[in-house]
């Protein structure tokens, strides 16, 4: 390896089209999880120009408005007239939900609640790096701050010209595994037609990039893009088809881990792709807070219908403490990953999901939520509260 | 790291439902390019029970018959009736695809041609390792070899009870970088109702598993979840919602390499998401068969309506034999990375497209083939045409 290297991730805001997609699936989990926590969920969605459809295998006891749901959702993140390209109140709601497959379910069920196989068949990463406060990897950190801050200035009228669809992308340089410089930034937002391009990147750069980016990582060669095609006034499912599942890159590390190619919007936890990747983040994550490695990946897979994992694997790119062997050991002994137990770890059938579609699934602060008068933490996976444990076991 | 590790890939059927969400999406680009290699092309489709749906946005100056179209794909697949639970003749189709966002196309759009900005913005990553001949990652291959055979023995009639749908699962052990075992296999397979569970695994254990995977490589450990839910019947897009670049994983490198999150099906070269993607496969493959370093990941980022890449990065996990500087000074100074330079390097402005929807996009054979009187190569980016030149640049 070289001295420096650069590396480049992105994200978008909540009102990309896959983005939209992706919270009004996971608004229809959550909504059905207030009455009926062992639901299960599987619901996918279209968007495009006049048009939300949500699919999917559903069976719940629950019932649930969901015409009235996606219509909130819609108009929740910003889209609300046709203006702007797209309206909640008035656009076409099509629903073409089933119900879970009767041999999937039979296979998943088991009689003690502890053997509850897994939904699918599949492989998850989890990935911790010490690089951030938050143990993320800065690039997709830098990105999601983009992109949220083109949120707040347009929630907050700070810019009131802007519009719910944005992009952006973050290039870092490296040095010695530490980020040292940001070489090339790409934010795209959408706009209203009578904001000029000069206003605009003035105003993006100032109040929305130098704002969420760290003033000493800029530099004199840092490249900026700003709104690089010159126009972006049609935007939302006008200009690009979403489909929940789509941003499975920019839901994880940014392209800095592995990835196992399921996605996560939608999905109650008996579906492994999701909870079998929260779990895998909570491994990976009390392991570096942990202090045993800098830098730690973790592979498990599952085959549907079984309980115990079919193989777990890892990686300290040479930053351990201790032998990979010896951590998962450590793992096997201090976290059981079948699929129940990781639902009662992380205590995931609750209503939280929704504010898990946009911005990152990993590196968010857990906040307190009451939900039905009960009281939940969301982004349970990313506590730290086995790091001593672990310490310990390790002996150091 | 350990002496030996473990590594899970997957890879499905082309009855799978996101698959043959894939399928049709690429059938549609090919059938649009057969007369207008220009067109812009970003088609997604979604099926579930008794309905396709086609999305997305298309600029093109070529009609196509789409009802007909998708129909034909659907059938060709295997879904001929309602027993198998879809039929490609009765189903609905859906066609709410739109036009490219013409504030998108004149951000693309150049006077010069090599100035064609890409059409996104994105990250992607390009992948090979001489663990196998196809200087691929042996897991994914070996997935992709079962339920290749799965379909084999469906279509030949050898396995009649056989179904479209099916998902394989391969975990191979590694010692110092060779695979010398497979410690695990999971096949789901849709069957008929009427065959028996005992009569399937046998059948599928003797002609599938042995058939597709080199006996030296299973051992007396090897675990083997065939249809481990223990019934199958349902599949398709009954069991489940199908959506198109919903595979990314399996249509790449099964996990072994990162993943910039950008899928392929539907989409013209004009989008960096495919085509740089290839053109990462291509470079990663040449570099690997000048013998420059035994794996090699190479990632690419880009602006939307830039031309040039926002950044190039490498690793060879320390297998080079020049440093990584060196060799991307190499790509920098062999492969323009372009859009309109790797389409025209790649030869992207062809059908060709639907067969890359199943099975890999990488590690295939190319072939010749005669679209309209032209003949063509598929899978251009497999081509190790590069790799004498490599060497030489490189003085080894
Ligand atoms: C460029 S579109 C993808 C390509 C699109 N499906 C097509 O057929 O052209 C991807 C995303 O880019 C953003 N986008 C849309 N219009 C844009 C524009 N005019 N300039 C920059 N970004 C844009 C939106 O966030 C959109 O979801
Ligand atoms: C298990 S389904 C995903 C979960 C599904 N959406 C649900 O709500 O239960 C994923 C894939 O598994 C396969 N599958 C469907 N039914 C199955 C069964 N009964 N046993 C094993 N695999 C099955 C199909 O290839 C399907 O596309």
Redesign the pocket.
Known sequence: MSDYSVFTSES?SEG??DKLADQISDAVLDAILVDDPHARVACETMVKTGVAIIGGEITTSSWVDLEDLVREVIKDIGYTSSTVGFDGDTCGIINIIGKQSVDIAQGVDRKKPEDQGAGDQGLMFGYASNETDVLMPAPITFSHRLVQRQAEARKSGLLPWLRP???SQVTCRYENGRVTGIDAVVL?TQHDEDVSQADLKEAVMELIVKNALPAELLHKDTQFHI?P?G??V??GPV???GLTGRKIIVDTYGGMSRHGGGAFSGKDPSKVDRSAAYAGRYVAKNIVAAGLAEKCEIQVSYAIGVAQPTSISLNTFDTGKISDDKIIELIRQNFDLRPYAITNMLDLLHPMYRATAAYGHFGREPVEMTVGGKTFTSFPWEKTDRADLLKDAAGI
Chains 1, 2 share one sequence.
């Open positions: 978008v990309h089209p669809d944005a992009k795209s709104n095609t126009k972006f049609i935007g200009g690009d088809c």
